[in-house]
């Protein structure tokens, strides 16, 4: 799980915070994902980027700000967010865009 | 729009009983098709996929998948289960709907391996 690390591994936060997730690969991928995984859901995909443009947008609500600087960091601000927003959110990286894709191991997330 | 369902939530399996986990698959045109393993407090891990080729597709940890596409499935089994295969098992298919091709995963079926 070295490949891909996620950070924090848990957050909690109340619904006026504003916080970051911090996805990193060092596998030499160019395309990034963000996930969501709630209970007794299928994942649900959020953001797609490749080569650091955003290709992806799932209709998420924009209280989800995807931000990727370079093609190894991946970055999910987080602002005013509902206890429904509650779940563990993964990364994910694959050398392209039709490619196989490794996980990080996430980060749990709760909303009071 | 492609998709996999999982019929099964949970199965349960003896130690060195094999072990099958079963997903059917909804496609147009060739599917692309994947297993993940998500261990407790872990993110998903690779486990195999099918693209084209043998319909026995042999992946991580001893799993094996048998592609059936008379039958639109691709279950998941091994020889002999481990108590360490506890785990939640995932199914994908890659969506080639729109432009964009992303996996589209099952709702997971958890595996139990009793000793």
């Known amino acids: 799980e070295t490949g891909v690390t996620q950070t924090p591994r848990h957050l909690v936060m109340g619904m006026t915070n504003k916080k970051s997730l911090k996805c990193e690969q060092h596998l030499g991928h160019n395309a990034m994902y963000w996930y969501k995984q709630s209970a007794k859901k299928p994942l649900e995909l959020m953001f797609v980027y490749s080569l650091e443009e955003r290709v992806e947008n799932n209709s998420v609500p924009s209280r989800f700000s995807p931000e990727c600087p370079n093609s190894s960091h991946l970055f999910l601000h987080l602002h005013t967010l509902q206890p429904e927003d509650s779940a563990l959110y993964l990364c994910?990286?694959?050398?392209?865009?039709?490619?196989?894709?490794?996980f990080g191991p996430g980060t749990r997330l709760l909303v009071l | 729009a492609q998709s996999v369902a999982q019929p099964e939530d949970q199965v349960n399996v003896a130690e060195g009983n094999p072990l099958t986990v079963k997903c059917t698959y909804s496609v147009s045109g060739n599917p692309y098709l994947f297993w993940y393993v998500q261990y407790p407090n872990r993110g998903l891990q690779f486990l195999l996929k099918?693209?084209?080729?043998?319909?026995l597709v042999k992946g991580s940890y001893g799993f094996e998948a048998e592609f059936n596409k008379s039958q639109t499935s691709f279950h998941l089994k091994k020889p002999s289960a481990l108590v360490s295969d506890s785990a939640l098992y995932f199914c994908?298919?890659?969506?080639?709907?729109?432009?964009?091709?992303?996996?589209?995963f099952g709702t997971g079926t958890r595996l139990l391996v009793s000793p």
């Open positions: 099918y693209i084209t080729g043998d319909n």
């Open positions: 994910a990286s694959s050398p392209g865009l039709e490619e196989t894709q490794y």
């Open positions: 994908a298919v890659r969506d080639i709907s729109t432009g964009f091709q992303k996996l589209v």
